[in-house]
């Protein structure tokens, strides 16, 4: 059957939410309804070709065989061809990329293009193969990959919770990559980006190599800690636990304001606050609405640095990537 064009969009993302450094991630939904996230369109064509838009589009490498998405589609096509598909009888795509996250702004701006252009095709081609090709794991381990490829190490934090939505843990045992966490629906995260780029690869470059023993108990502890606060909705000790023993101490250098915008945050009684994935982006977790709005009016005044920048209220993406 021939497909027809569709579009896949998938949210923005928080990687680490700051006590799980590459084991845990949120997906972000503004509370205003405006998009804050990529979108791959898929369409039939007589040879493939991609095709690069949005506010962030200049942004990317100029030419489109080295852009994420088209190494998306090659790897794809060569996995199913490795489970035994006839990919020469398969109809020609083109694939259209909207770039509205900016790059390096710790909104897992790479994760959303790889999610929206693997859920796409995985999509598109069930359609023509009459069974989807690859199961909700393989295609996590598939956007994984592509995701290592860029950052220079494979971390599902925010692929996971990018496709499927909520907030994710990873398990990386067998082919169970990451577990659905229950939540708390009313807290809001406001995600502001300040407008400057930090490159995950650098933001990853300045850690230590080891973790002193101490911390590996504090960070284990309040990971446990915070799961199971969550499984039994205890609001104040899960908030408690979301602090960073692991990259923030050395990453908020890399960060104006931080340290300012933290303070703020805690004065008007956020529950937690945070670097969003590698920075700059920042994230404050509300239990009001009220809250939410000021913190959010204070780092867009404050946190911003330049015509780049945008601040959110959000709540959590339960829904991950979609198709429309
Ligand atoms: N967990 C990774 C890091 C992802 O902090 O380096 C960044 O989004």
């Known amino acids: 059957m021939q497909q027809k064009t569709l579009t896949a969009y998938a949210p923005a993302s928080i990687g680490n939410v700051s006590l799980g450094f590459d084991l845990l991630g949120a997906a972000l939904k ?8 990529d979108e791959v369109k898929i369409e039939l064509a007589e040879q493939f070709e991609l095709k690069v838009e949005g506010r962030f589009a200049d942004k990317l490498p100029a030419d489109p065989a080295s852009n994420i998405v088209t190494l998306c589609y090659h790897h794809f096509i060569q996995c199913l061809a490795k489970q035994g598909c006839d990919v020469k009888s398969l109809p020609v795509v083109a694939m259209t990329l909207y770039k509205h996250l900016p790059i390096g702004s ?4 790479s994760a959303s293009s790889i999610v929206a252009a693997f859920h796409g095709l995985n999509q598109f081609f069930s359609t023509v193969l009459g069974e989807t090709p690859f199961n909700d794991s ?9 995701e290592g490829q860029i950052s220079g190490s494979v971390h599902y934090d925010n692929v996971a919770p990018c496709f499927l939505g909520g907030l994710t843990l990873m398990a990386e ?11 708390f629906k009313q807290w809001y995260w406001v995600s502001c980006y300040s407008g400057i780029t930090v490159s ?13 023993m ?19 909705q205890d609001e104040k000790l899960a908030a408690a636990m979301m602090s960073d023993v692991i990259a923030e101490p050395y990453r908020k250098s890399l960060l104006p304001r931080f340290d300012e915008s933290r303070e703020f945050a ?8 945070g670097i969003s994935g590698s920075g700059p982006s920042v994230f404050a977790v509300c239990d009001s609405l009220e809250q939410a709005i000021v913190i ?18 959000c709540q959590l993406d339960q829904q991950g990537a979609i198709i429309y």
């Not at 393989?138 to 592509?146: R, S, T």
């Not at 045992?173 to 939540?183: E, F, K, W």
């Not at 995950?200 to 002193?212: D, G, M, N, Q, S």
């Open 30 to 37: 503004p509370i205003d309804g405006s998009l804050l996230g």
């Open 106 to 109: 710790g909104l897992g701006s």
């Open 138 to 146: 393989k295609l996590l381990l598939m956007m994984g990959e592509l």
């Open 173 to 183: 045992h067998r082919d169970q990559v990451a577990l659905s966490l229950p939540t």
């Open 200 to 212: 995950t690869a650098a933001a990853r470059a300045i850690l230590p190599k080891e973790v002193p």
């Open 214 to 232: 101490a911390t590996t108990i504090q960070f284990g502890r309040q990971l446990a800690v915070f799961v199971d606060a969550l499984y039994r």
């Open 266 to 273: 805690e004065k008007q009684g956020a529950l937690a606050f």
């Open 296 to 313: 959010n009016q204070w780092l867009a005044d404050n946190y911003i640095q330049n015509d780049t920048g945008f601040s959110h209220i």
